[in-house]
């Protein structure tokens, strides 16, 4: 068992409540309940990204990275045939920041910003305002939504148009199961109240065992081994799915993860720009989780779609030349250099977002590969 330090919120509370009156509590469920509670959900009630809150984005490290993505967009719109009308959405648009500088550095591309109806899909509502408040000079349609998968099945949501959708730090966030092998078989990893029935603790159900097991046939578990899989992804899949019957589909995903399949716990916390543990504060800790790119990119395939990719964020950057654009910036912008060269080089730091951080390519199959990703 792993105990958590002792400290009570009100959502913890709430957890211990509902476990004691419900049962055990599934990995998934625990994070979904600290992320989107209706009242003390972490992305409920705090601004979470920046220097001011728990964690710090890609775009909010350098403005290179959101004017690469949009011209990255811009460029499939034209791959794409330049329709008259695209939807550009938004998986989990922070500050708006990426959009704003997106959109900003796509200018230059005559008649992409003219065909541009921007959705942005965010659960958080403190950061829906300022969102708002980023993109209120941008000169296009803004539209907002709170759930990814209702937005993007949805045609009254979202029109039965040509799709761009963007990913940033998004997958990572979406609730994961984990299985643990004891006793010779999977066994559902729970939350529930410890020995003292006074804090959470995670243990495997020795109860039941899981069949089918959710864990490739290529993996040899042994004892005391997780894995982690998601059924919030695999609905995403399927959604992108369903959004490609109506248009043209391109998306774009980057998030830290692993490109191949494995076993492992890498289900964090993060509060203060600091390591914590993911049962520590319930509601007032970020939760996230690597994301298993080799089973998303399966689910994405297997629904009838053509991925590219992943590539480490180092190397698709580089192909969207990074290293030019911000040399360009630094050089109009001499006293910003230093910042400039500094947010680029965390970027690219092959110990770093670098390496750690994939991008992964999803789209119609008829389309051709998308830039950066074949």
């Known amino acids: 068992m792993t105990e958590a330090p002792r400290s009570e919120t009100a959502l913890g509370a709430k957890i211990k409540t509902l476990i004691r009156r419900d049962g055990p509590m599934s990995v998934a469920g625990f994070m979904a309940a600290c992320l989107t509670d209706p009242e003390h959900g972490y992305y409920r009630r ?28 811009a460029v499939v719109w034209q791959q794409m045939g330049s329709p008259k009308r695209l939807n550009l959405v938004e998986l989990g648009p922070g500050r708006g920041t990426l959009m704003r500088d997106a959109l900003r550095a796509a200018r230059i591309v005559p008649g992409f910003r ?17 969102q708002q408040a980023a993109l209120a000079d941008c000169g296009v349609a803004l539209h907002f939504h709170a759930d990814a998968c209702d937005a993007l099945l949805l045609p009254s949501r979202i029109a039965s148009e040509p799709t761009l959708v963007l990913a940033n730090e998004f997958l990572d966030a979406m609730p994961v199961e984990q299985v643990q ?18 804090g959470l603790c995670f243990e495997p159900d020795l109860r039941s065992v899981v069949e089918p097991h959710p864990a490739p046939d290529t993996l040899r578990p042994a004892e005391g081994d997780i894995f982690e899989f998601s059924p919030a992804i695999d609905a995403l899949a399927s959604a992108l799915r369903t959004r490609a019957g109506f248009a043209p589909l391109a998306a774009l995903f980057i998030d830290y993860g692993h490109a191949a399949s494995g076993f492992g716990d890498t289900l964090q916390g993060v509060a203060g720009h600091r390591y914590a543990s993911p049962l520590d504060a319930p509601g007032e800790t970020d939760l996230s989780a690597q994301v298993d790119f080799q089973s998303f990119a399966g689910r994405c395939q297997g629904a009838g779609l053509a991925v590219d990719g992943p590539v480490p964020q ?24 230093g910042a400039v060269e500094a947010g680029v080089q965390r970027l690219l730091a092959p110990t770093g977002m670098g390496a750690r951080f994939l991008a992964l390519g999803v789209r119609s ?7 950066g990703l074949a």
Do not use: Y
């Open 181 to 198: 092998f004891a006793g010779g078989a999977w066994r559902r990893r729970l939350v529930v109240l410890d020995a003292a029935q006074a």
């Open 46 to 73: 705090r601004p979470a990204i920046g220097a001011g809150g728990d964690f710090v984005t890609a775009p909010e490290i350098s403005q290179v990275f959101g004017e690469l993505i949009g011209l990255w967009c």
């Open 114 to 130: 003219d065909a541009l109806d921007v959705h942005l899909v965010d659960r958080n509502e403190t950061l829906r305002d300022l």
């Open 365 to 371: 199959a008829e389309l051709a590969p998308l830039p």
């Open 314 to 337: 180092a190397e698709f950057l580089g192909r969207l030349g990074i290293v030019e654009r911000a040399s360009r910036l630094m050089s109009v912008n001499p006293d910003k250099a």
